[in-house]
């Protein structure tokens, strides 16, 4: 075949035919730019960014519970958040940090048991109660510590709990010290009669001791939490009176101790004090009584410090300080502190003011009453 230059460039464009598959003479002028354009399109892709990914892993370590049990044979497992083991048994609960502060049933702690356990290791905290008994039952937490110097401060991103029920056939109520407790209602928050279980699977039921009947639930204003016990929301004086609470499981019935409630009339606050003096007006030689009273919520403990003119002198005087709850109708209870004090043969330096401060955990309050010499 003769090849012309024409001819050349025909050959030319039936190779091209071969490549790509399309006539050539089809093809059209490409626009500016147009070569550009198309292998960016290919490209685009949509990806997770990767900062998105390291907020959610971060979310999860925030969520994760620092707390382990020690299984048989040195395994490990995250306890659940609600246990349930036999009594009797070992517990062994570890947490991970190099300071770690603890929670667990406040009795272990009145009754200074021996079969608790707590240590801090170099890089665990380790709690170990041994021989566990039904009264054991409740709620165990750990937190890491932040520390600056004596100055501690608790790691809400770091912390971890477990509630425990040590089940015991013969204790179906979590036992407790005395046989009879009160129960003070306060109208402006929740009253909880603490008739706690061992068996979280055990019917409970609330009785009225008089008249003889059982106080219905209705899972709004009286609910039950066997982490708890009975849970009275909105209090009101109709609930006064004795009750105590029934569990049944596998047969097996119990009955828990008696719980007197009390309705509460005086609000929460510092203490509302008065003071009074057997006499403003004393003679030398007299014998003289100062008298500091609190009106208060029955719950509430108050401590009394007194300021008096022979103080300086250490004029020996006699302080006495005594509690009791009174009703002041209609079921109502408050609980009234008082504080005396006693100057035997009255003379010159003990004339002057007798100050009271009596304060409570929602702050203090200061009185004075005047004693003259005549």
Request: charged share 25%.
């Amino acid at each position: 075949i003769k090849v012309s230059f024409q001819e050349g460039k025909l050959i030319l464009h039936e190779d091209v035919l071969l490549v790509t598959g399309q006539p050539a003479k089809s093809k059209r002028p490409k626009e500016p730019g147009e070569n550009k354009i198309k292998p960016v399109n290919k490209k685009m892709k949509p990806k997770p960014p990767k900062l998105k990914e390291r907020e959610s892993s971060d979310t999860s370590t925030k969520s994760q519970s620092i707390m382990v049990q020690v299984m048989d044979k040195g395994r490990f497992q995250k306890p659940a958040a609600t246990l349930s083991l036999p009594t009797l048994q070992n517990i062994e609960l570890r947490c991970k940090g190099n300071k770690i502060g603890w929670s667990y049933p406040s009795y272990l702690d009145t009754f200074k048991d021996s079969r608790l356990s707590i240590k801090q290791l170099d890089r665990y905290g380790q709690l170990i109660l041994e021989n566990s008994t039904a009264a054991d039952t409740g709620e165990y937490s750990c937190w890491h510590l932040l520390c600056n110097g004596d100055s501690c401060k608790k790691d809400e991103s770091k912390t971890g709990s477990t509630y425990i029920f040590f089940t015991d056939k013969g204790e179906l109520f979590v036992p407790t010290s005395s046989y009879f407790e009160i129960v003070y209602l306060n109208p402006d928050k929740p009253a909880v009669i603490p008739c706690r279980v061992t068996i979280p699977s055990a019917k409970v039921t609330l009785h009225r001791e008089f008249p003889a009947e059982e106080i219905k639930t209705d899972g709004s204003s009286i609910i039950y939490d066997a982490k708890k016990g009975f849970i009275y929301k909105h209090p009101t004086s109709d609930h006064k009176g004795v009750v105590y609470c029934k569990a049944e499981s596998r047969g097996a019935s119990q009955i828990s101790i008696k719980y007197q409630l009390l309705y509460v009339e005086v609000p929460s606050g510092p203490p509302s004090t008065t003071i009074v003096a057997s006499s403003n007006k004393a003679g030398g030689g007299d014998n003289v009584n100062v008298l500091c009273i609190v009106l208060g919520e029955p719950d509430v403990e108050v401590e009394f410090i007194w300021k008096y003119p022979g103080e300086e002198y250490e004029r020996p005087v006699i302080i006495q300080d005594s509690w009791r709850l009174i009703n002041r109708g209609i079921g109502h209870t408050t609980r009234i502190s008082k504080s005396v004090i006693s100057i035997d043969d009255f003379e010159t330096i003990d004339a002057g003011n007798y100050i009271c401060t009596a304060q409570n955990l929602q702050g203090q309050t200061t009185v004075a009453a005047h004693v003259e010499l005549t």
